[in-house]
């Protein structure tokens, strides 16, 4: 394996691991809530240590990523992180939980975008779309593996946090592929650097990457807990629904990785954004949860790698993408995702869980309409 192809890898696994952690999050909310006594709503707001550690991470990545070398931040976020998920696998207490989440969210926080980072200096244009949507790939074939293993290891009676020592035996080869690997330098120039340069598209993609993650995390957070309480699914076909649609995004980012190379950014962009939205409609008008799964499998695939199209237009829309750059542009998705439990328990515990999902949908419309308004305001 030559050191493209290594630090492409750890740049993978940065993803993998992350979605290790989100992913499993509606489907370990109940047993985690049944094992130290408190709500489903508690239990999965007790997540929002993680996403707001994430979101930290991400604010640090501003100041941090274009001044440390990227191998030392990747060996050292992912250490600790590491050891953040031994220590919670292990039986913690839940202040303890809590503790080891916000480490791990802020070690994520910060390894995304340098992941991302390492793409993008790593690729030229007519490869970093396809390549920034296959670190997406990775994040999908996480988002459909953990929740199946996640079923599974409850089902046989093992502890909630179990599936965590699996995502630590990932972030332990990360970081043995990062300490054999050369990183790249990144570039910087003024224009790159200071936002105050920054065309409106930019800055209108990093508002629709804020409400697409926080759209998908409500809608794949509480779509199985809406089907097993609304519609008395059972647990293993309401799980299902999470599984299928990471499968669906995988599918896609698959068909997108080669699309986008003759069919170009911006075009497979806006057909991702409309079809993306349509797609959220079916899941709460249906109500068979085996039809609901397979309508989320479909969801998936109407993604079309959506993140990943987003910050790929963002940075070619600067002729040097910075550090800064990338940063800024992913802190939108933090921010969404750091809300999103916070947001997301607030709406059912008011309002039910029905509600939760056309706030996720109403989220896809407005997130829509910024990536139109921004391609046509594209300055590439």
């Not at 293993?149 to 009676?157: E, K, N, P």
Request: net charge positive; charged share 10%; hydrophobic share 55%.
């Amino acid at each position: 394996m030559n050191n493209t192809a290594r630090i492409t890898l750890t740049s993978f696994l940065a993803y993998f691991s992350m979605s290790s952690m989100l992913a499993p999050i509606g489907l370990v909310s109940a047993p985690m809530a049944a094992h130290f006594g408190i709500d489903v709503t508690q239990a999965t707001e007790a997540f929002g240590a993680l996403t707001t550690g994430i979101l930290i991470g991400a604010v640090l990545a501003l100041f941090v990523l274009d001044r440390a070398p990227l191998r030392a931040l990747f060996c050292g976020l992912y250490a600790s992180f590491t050891i953040a998920l031994i220590i919670m696998s292990h039986g913690a207490e839940l202040p303890t939980v809590r503790v080891c989440l916000a480490v791990i969210g802020i070690a994520s926080g910060l390894g995304l975008p340098a992941a991302a980072l390492t793409i993008t200096a790593t690729y030229n244009d007519a490869q970093r779309s396809s390549m920034l949507v296959m670190t997406d790939g990775a994040f999908s074939v996480a988002g459909f593996i953990m929740p199946l293993l996640t079923l599974s290891l409850i089902a046989r009676g093992y502890l909630w946090s179990t599936i965590y020592i699996v995502a630590a035996c990932i972030t332990l080869l990360l970081i043995l592929l990062a300490v054999f690997s050369r990183f790249p330098t990144p570039e910087r120039d003024a224009t790159s650097t200071d936002p105050r340069q920054w065309p409106a598209s930019v800055w209108l993609i990093i508002g629709a990457l804020f409400l697409y993650t926080l759209g998908q995390y409500a809608m794949t957070w509480w779509l199985p807990n809406h089907l097993t309480t609304s519609y008395d699914a059972a647990p293993q076909i309401a799980g299902k629904v999470v599984e299928r649609f990471w499968q669906g995004m995988f599918i896609a980012q698959l068909l997108v990785a080669w699309w986008v190379l003759s069919a170009g950014t911006m075009r497979v962009l806006r057909i991702g954004a409309v079809t993306g939205m349509l797609g959220t409609f079916p899941l709460w008008l249906v109500t068979d949860a085996g039809t609901v799964g397979w309508l989320a499998l479909l969801w998936g695939v109407a993604n079309l790698g959506l993140l990943k199209m987003m910050l790929s237009f963002a940075t070619q829309q600067i002729p040097t993408p910075s550090a800064r750059l990338v940063s800024f542009i992913l802190l939108g998705a933090t921010c969404g995702t750091a809300v999103s439990p916070f947001v997301s328990s607030a709406i059912v515990a008011n309002a039910g869980t029905i509600a939760v999902l056309w706030f996720a949908s109403g989220c896809y419309v407005a997130m829509s309409a910024l990536i139109l308004i921004a391609t046509r305001r594209s300055t590439a």
